[in-house]
Structure formats: structure tokens, C-alpha cells
């Protein structure tokens, strides 16, 4: 367990930003827990990026964990929690009607998946200058 | 080499397993945790997990000291561990940070035994002149939360990169990727640089160091922390 206002004060999330600022990412992949972000809320997700971090995302990889998210904001507190596959793998189905992103869970199937489309990305960018 | 690895919780899977199944010279036969941690370590480990570390001992030939997320609550354990190890003739990699006059101590008693002391890798101030654009693709990994770990996403990609012909290296944002032959941002950047703009020149500095050593066609790199 962390305590969410420790994490807030861990940088603002400024870590990550100058990280950023210091390399040209070519291919972003976003990890979500399962149950905190609805699917037609993951394009939001990706302007906030391409603005914030100049680095859109190209994937999303669904964790198999959970956010007792009551918990978090009442107390303060992000608590994680493992979830069976199956959750994964409904979410995913879900986000199936999303145009533009690879989705995928932490499995080999899926990782062997991300590493084509990572490839098929970067091969047409490179095609295109 | 035969190697133990301590102390093992759920964090270090990914690396035991990436390691297990690579042709690296490292093999690990035993990951050894407390007592206490026992019940909490996942089934789908990949060897065997004890609690008696002075019976894994007898064997290996190398102990591999991870770093753990809490680590300054079993500091004393930890020096204790790898003063033991030495004590028995074993080589030691070390991931985990040591306060200065134990990781002298340390080294000494490894060169006094014709041992091989191996450290985390270390970073050092010095004069970075101008910023570099990296000519390697870059792969970027971010969580939402950091509580929701992407070591095992990061461990898995540069698996399945290097397994498709791809020099790949992995930059990452914990200390145990120098066990995969990866790198860690160095904390040190992030907490006592104080100026924004010369930490994008040290970070920037620091991967591009990477690539001159490394020369790959991938670099996956590990964003810190929580990302929005």
C-alpha cells in the first residue's frame, strides 16, 4: 500500500516529464489497471500525453491489478489488488471498437502481438520520411 | 554460475524468470526470502524458493543481492547476508544501494578472498556539453500508477526484441536490471540535480552513453514512477 499523498508530492509526476524532454520516444506503451479507466476514456488519456509529454500512445497494456478506488479516495491510499485474467481479458473485449491503439494484457501471446505492431509502426514512419 | 538470489519477493519474478530462460551465464537455482514473506511469494516462480539462506549457501557459487522496495527496513540483514556469503567463499552481485563504509568493508574482504564483489552500477557527476537526439529507436513504458508494476512488461519485451534479432537494451527504473544486463536511471539525477534543465542534459547524457556502449537497434526505456 502507498500512501497517495506521498506519491503526489514524489514529483508531481515531474520525474517522468524530464525524462521525456530528454529522449524522442518513438512508440509509447501505457500500463492501466483494469477497473480504473472506462475504454472511450483512453483516447482522453492519449491527448493528455501527446500535450504533457509530446509522446502519444501507441499501446495500452492491461495489468491484471485492480485499484480499490473507494479506498483511494476516502483514505488516501492506492491500494492494489490481483484480479483473475478473465478481467483482462473482458476489458480488452471492451476496448475492442477503439480505432488507432494496440491493446494488450501482460500474457506472451499478446507481448508477441505489441512487438509486431511496434514493428509495423515504426517500419511506416520510417516509409513515410 | 549457480547463484541464489535474496531476498526474494514478487518484484524480482520477472527478472529470476527473464534470467532462467536466457543463455546467460547466470543461472539461479534458489531465490531465498524470510520466513515471514514466505506465503506472499507467487506459485508461478520458475525455481525453487527456501528460507534458510545459510543451507542455500552449499549450493552455489554466487549470491546475487537484489534490491527490494524495502530494503532500508532489513539493511542490517542484507550487510549481514553478504558478509556471510564472503565469509563462505562465495561471489557476490550486489543491486542493492550500501551506505559507503560497508560497501568498502565489503569489497575489501572479497579482494582479501580473491573474490569477485560485483556492484550496482554507479553514476557520477561530470561536465555534459550539449544535447544529442538518440539515433536508436526508442520504446517508452509508462504506468499510471506506480504501484502497478511494469517490470515484468519491460523483462518481456526485451526478451521477445533480442529472441527476434533486434539488439535490444533496457533502461529501466529499477536497480535489479543490471542482473539482465540492463541499466537503471540513476536515482541520483532525479534527487540532486537541482536545476530541470541540467537533468535533461545528465538524463539525456546517460542514455546516450548507452548507446555509444551498446550500439542497439531498441532502446526500452522505463518512464519513473506515476505518469499522470
Redesign the interface.
Known sequence: M?NFAE?VL??Y????Y????????????????VN??APDQLPE?DT??KYK?N?PIDAF?I?N?A?DTILAFDSGY???TTVSNDYTSAYKEKCSDLEGYFICE?N?ND??A??TD??DK?SSDVEEL | MNCIIYPCSNDVIPFIDYINSSESELQIVKAVCPIICRSMIADDICCDVVTDFRASLDECDTVIICDYKRIRSMYNDIISKINLSLEFGKNVICCAELKDDDLKKAKGIADEKKLKFEYRQQWDYHEVKC?E??ES??????????????D??FC??IK??NE?GYKTVGIGTNSNNMLIDCYS?PDKI?TSVKR?DE???Y??DF?NDVELRKCPDIIV?Q??????
Do not use: H
Open positions: 502507498s506519491e514524489d514529483g509526476t515531474l520525474d517522468a524530464t525524462l521525456s524532454q530528454a529522449v524522442s520516444v518513438d512508440y509509447f506503451i501505457l500500463s492501466i489497471p480504473v479507466l488519456m493528455q500525453y509529454y509522446c497494456a495489468s491489478s485499484v492506492v491500494e492494489i501482460f506472451e507481448q508477441e505489441l512487438i511496434f514493428i515504426v | 544535447y537526439k538518440q529507436v526508442i520504446i517508452g513504458i509508462g504506468s499510471l500508477f506506480s504501484a502497478v508494476n511494469t515484468k512488461l518481456n519485451i521477445k526484441l527476434c536511471l532525479f530541470s537533468k535533461v542534459l538524463l539525456n542514455i526505456l518512464f519513473p514512477r506515476r505518469n499522470v
